[in-house]
């Protein structure tokens, strides 16, 4: 594709003995014969072409719900998108989503081959499913498609090493309806510069290396911070209604396509509410998400903090079997990185898993699951965090780590505030920032 301008060139100059001495030698350049009989038009508008096959293949799943797509499998026949439009359908998912470079929008979308002579113009085409298009071979999926990730792997050739492809990408022809638009293939341009840097920087000799996940996990932070680009789309994140929240997105996109923001592998729906409170529950999914990704990647961890902390011995009475944050919280008693509630000293079995968590339960907790050492110093680094409180030491030692900064502006600067309630997306930061701790990052 990228030597179509020159050809046109070559051809338009009344030089097709050159072409034909090309196509003589066995150089397949996929133009049709007509290009050779009459010449190259001065426009050629190339919409869709052979494609490489890459270490990922996007395919129609990837860019539908799960539960849609399962739906249209599982109903072949007799199935109208009539049945499920406007039902709140879960978001999309692959196995590949920790490698997210982008995102996609546009729906799944194919021209037609033929047409048929009798197509009504006047049919209202986006809300009748059932009334055939064009012709043979058109589709345009507007209620079936939804945001998916890109994988790396859609960019880096399966057998060829040190080559990377953004146009003629590796997808299927229904996959590619949605990869095929300018700002997808913009995007992966930029992707494909800064990817090609970490080639070099890393001194790689197969695209294997580059799909690890370590690297990629580097790789993203580069294409956020200086490309701006998304791996993961939030209506309502990084610019929110009140607040721009950029300084949260590097956390927060990494964090969500890993599954590591949620009780559930990812949102049922496109927000993130990065200014609303999180629940003590809530948090403790994702420390512990945190905790097992990082396992998965071999970084040690504290097996407990036990010999820290007072055990809780049995369950908490107020977490119930079908809570699905029951068996992340269960861990962290457990491995008494909490304990639940206290009465004239005692513990009361209670964990209230819906309470929200405030700045320095969450700091306390945190530092107790990654294993950090307690500094025993205090050097007043926050006005607001006296040296009698029981909290103290855990965010000073929060504070030598990198884990908390305090308020930068506003009226809380230079505060810490342990009483006000932390909010998504400062969790997100704060947990962020303990995973890159115990985590390399390449350059």
Same mark, same amino acid.
């Given at each position: 594709m990228t030597n179509f301008t020159a050809i046109h060139h070559v051809c338009n100059a009344g030089e097709n003995k050159t072409l034909k001495r090309i196509l003589s030698q066995g150089e397949n350049i996929s133009l049709a014969t007509e290009f050779f009989e009459k010449g190259m038009p001065y426009r050629m508008y190339v919409r869709e072409s052979r494609r490489m096959k890459g270490q990922y293949i996007f395919t129609e799943k990837d860019s539908t719900p799960y539960d849609l797509y399962n739906a249209r499998k599982n109903k072949a026949k007799g199935f109208s998108a009539l049945d499920l439009r406007d039902k709140p359908y879960k978001r999309v998912t692959n196995e590949k989503m920790n490698a997210s470079i982008g995102y996609t929008s546009y729906p799944m979308d194919s021209h037609a081959v033929s047409s048929y002579d009798n197509y009504d113009y006047y049919r209202d085409e986006e809300n009748d499913f059932n009334y055939y298009h064009k012709g043979e071979g058109e589709f345009y999926l507007q209620?079936?498609?939804a945001t998916g990730v890109i994988p790396l792997g859609v /960019? @880096?050739?399966?057998? @060829?090493?040190?080559?990377?492809?953004? =146009? +003629?990408?590796? +997808? =299927?022809?229904v996959g590619y309806g949605t990869l095929r638009m300018e700002p997808v293939r913009m995007n992966l341009g930029q992707v494909a510069g800064i990817v090609s840097s970490f080639y070099i920087n890393n001194k790689l000799k197969s695209n294997a290396e580059i799909?690890?996940?370590?690297?990629?996990? =580097? #790789?993203? =932070?580069?294409? #956020?911070? #200086?490309g701006k680009l998304r791996l993961y789309y939030f209506s309502d994140f990084p610019k929110g209604d009140r607040y721009d929240y950029w300084w949260a997105a590097e956390a927060v996109e990494k964090l969500a396509v890993r599954g590591l923001l949620s009780v559930q592998p990812l949102y049922d729906s496109y927000e993130f509410?990065?200014?609303?409170?999180?629940?003590? %529950?809530? *948090? /403790?999914?994702?420390?512990?998400?945190?905790?097992?990704?990082?396992?998965?990647q071999g970084v040690k961890l504290n097996n407990d903090a036990c010999d820290k902390e007072e055990r809780q011995a049995m369950p908490f009475s107020d977490v119930s079997a079908d809570d699905a944050r029951t068996e992340y919280i269960e861990e962290a008693r457990s491995k008494c990185f909490v304990s639940g509630y206290k009465e004239d000293g005692k513990l009361t079995g209670l964990f209230k898993p819906d309470v929200f968590v405030n700045r320095a339960e969450a700091t306390k907790v945190l530092l107790l699951s *990654? %294993?950090?050492s307690i500094d025993p110093d205090y050097d007043g680094v926050f006005p607001d965090v006296l040296e009698n409180e029981w909290f103290s030491r855990y965010v000073e030692t929060a504070h030598v780590n990198g884990l908390v900064t305090g308020y930068e502006? %506003?009226? *809380?600067? %230079?505060? *810490?505030k342990p009483a006000k309630t932390i909010k998504r997306a400062e969790a997100a930061l704060i947990l962020y920032r303990a995973i890159n701790n115990n985590y390399p990052l390449f350059k």
């Open positions: 209620n079936l498609t /960019i @880096v050739p399966k057998e @060829v090493n040190n080559l990377l492809v953004t =146009s +003629a990408v590796s +997808a =299927s022809h799909l690890e996940e370590k690297l990629i996990w =580097s #790789i993203q =932070s580069k294409l #956020i911070n #200086i509410r990065p200014n609303d409170d999180m629940s003590r %529950g809530d *948090f /403790i999914v994702m420390l512990m998400k945190a905790r097992r990704f990082l396992e998965a *990654f %294993g950090y502006k %506003g009226e *809380f600067a %230079g505060l *810490f």
